[in-house]
């Protein structure tokens, strides 16, 4: 019973979160890579230089009715009791470790590009914040020398050797997504630190849901400016996550 519950409780904020996430800007401060394609990009995806078919519309609408349904009932609340509880800089010393831990995946994907600078930076680092950031909890290689980390994965590695996006799919797990980087969803995993550490399947779906709450906490209202600003959520949300991935393309 305490294993499906887990389950249940992972499979329930990974909805949820896959949206939120293309909306949310992650960080709250400056030394983090991760930026708002709202800010960094106009106009809709064919201005963006993205075309992608949506032949699944009807299934995709579905599964972002299921996940616009539990961000409102389930993270956001949920987002909202972390946050009053644990004050800011506890959560961004959580999630600045996240991103330390997941150092391999832009890594090894800055080599496959031939980013072998960014490569280069990823390990410098993961080095320093690993000890003088005591486990990436701080991020003193910023502070210090301006480092930022490189937001680079294997689907973006896939769409810089010329492979497109296929479809448009929604995932009732992960949220936006298509043919091309769902396939890229699969390589990074195989470059996940924590595939390779020996948990039971509640423990895995603890971390995951735990760093799902943690992000969202962190500008727990973007999702709803974005609804109140968007004629279409849905269609407002697929060209946002296509400006997002062309934005990564681009740099």
Known sequence: MRLCASICLFLCLSLAAGSTNIVCAASADAEDSMYDPFEKTGGDAGAAGQKVSDPLEKFN??????????????????????????????????????LNLITPVRMVNCCLQGKFKGAGVEL?????????????????????????SQDEDTGRTLGRYGLGHGIYIVWPILG????????????????????????HLWERAGIEAYERVNTVSLKIDAYDEFKKSAVDPYVSLRNAYLQNRQYGLQK
């Not at 009791?81 to 600045?96: D, H, N, T």
């Not at 486990?135 to 930022?148: A, E, I, R, V």
Request: with cysteine; charged share 15%; aromatic share 18%.
């Open 61 to 98: 609408r579905g599964m972002f009715v299921f996940n616009d349904k539990l961000y409102f009932w389930l993270l956001k609340p949920a987002a909202q009791g972390y946050s009053f509880v644990v004050p800011e800089p506890a959560r961004m010393c959580v999630k600045r470790f996240f």
């Open 124 to 148: 410098t680092r993961f080095v320093v914040n690993s000890t003088s950031g005591i486990g990436g909890l701080f991020d003193p290689s910023y502070y210090c020398w301006g480092l930022t």
């Open 176 to 199: 936006p997504s298509s043919a091309r980087d769902t396939v890229g969803l699969v390589g990074d995993s195989f470059l996940d630190p924590l595939s390779y550490v020996n948990l």
